[in-house]
């Protein structure tokens, strides 16, 4: 059984460009979340897609966006790159929707800005 | 006030010994926790997860909650070096949003 999918692993991009970053979950799985890990701040929540609907959303600026596809798929998009968005970027993919559904993380996506 | 404390250690115990690690909680509501172990480099790795009171038994690890004392403990039997990683705490208060703890390293020494 294949696990979460992240790509690219690592990308390095240049301040004030736009970046797309893409988790594949594992199949079955209809909920995608995603977060950003740094030293200074650890892993924090950014957003969570269920069934193609935004469920729940984290204290991020509104340059960081997502959506999910019909396959489960989901896209994470951060627009005008700051050099403090440099992070690794995290997808977990859960079963259902609800507080006791367990959530299995992706390999993460690193993301450098320079 | 950060919502999910963890000690960052580091934490160190002699292999074969038992590892006990710790994580408070501020959410009073909170309903679900989840411990991950991070080795350096890689993604978070889900340990197992508990959401009533008392102890939950997986192998070596053993979770342990306490929701009147907002508190929730992961024991590791018989630690070995390969055990050695970040292990972190978190809280599941809607939905899929977990609340993660800072994590704390854990040092296992032959």
């Known amino acids: 059984k294949a696990g979460v999918t992240q790509t690219p692993r690592y990308l390095i991009k240049t301040r004030g460009q736009q970046v797309t970053l893409s988790c594949s979950p594992i199949?079955?799985?209809?909920?995608v979340s995603w977060y950003q890990q740094t030293p200074g701040q650890g892993l924090q929540f950014l957003f969570e897609y269920f069934s193609e609907t935004q469920r729940n959303k984290g204290n991020f600026p509104g340059r960081f966006s997502g959506r999910q596809f019909s396959n489960s798929r989901s896209e994470m998009n951060v627009s005008t790159l700051e050099l403090g968005d440099s992070a690794l970027y995290l997808c977990?993919?859960?079963?259902?929707?609800?507080?006791?559904?367990?959530?299995?993380f992706g390999q993460g996506t690193r993301l450098t800005v320079v | 006030q950060k919502e999910v404390e963890q000690n960052s250690g580091p934490l160190s115990v002699p292999e074969g010994a038992i590892a006990s690690l710790n994580c408070t909680y501020s959410d009073r509501g909170s309903q679900s926790f989840f411990w991950y172990r991070q080795y350096s480099g890689k993604s978070p790795e889900l340990i197992m997860f508990i959401y009533s009171n008392g102890d939950k038994e997986d192998g070596r690890f053993t979770a342990q909650l306490n929701k009147a004392s907002q508190y929730v403990s992961l024991l590791i039997r018989d630690s070995q070096p390969s055990d050695s990683a970040t292990y972190l705490c978190a809280v599941n208060n809607a939905g899929n949003m977990l609340t993660f703890g800072g994590g704390t390293r854990l040092m296992v020494k032959p």
């Open positions: 199949s079955g799985h209809r909920s």
């Open positions: 977990a993919s859960s079963l259902g929707h609800g507080v006791n559904t367990e959530a299995f």
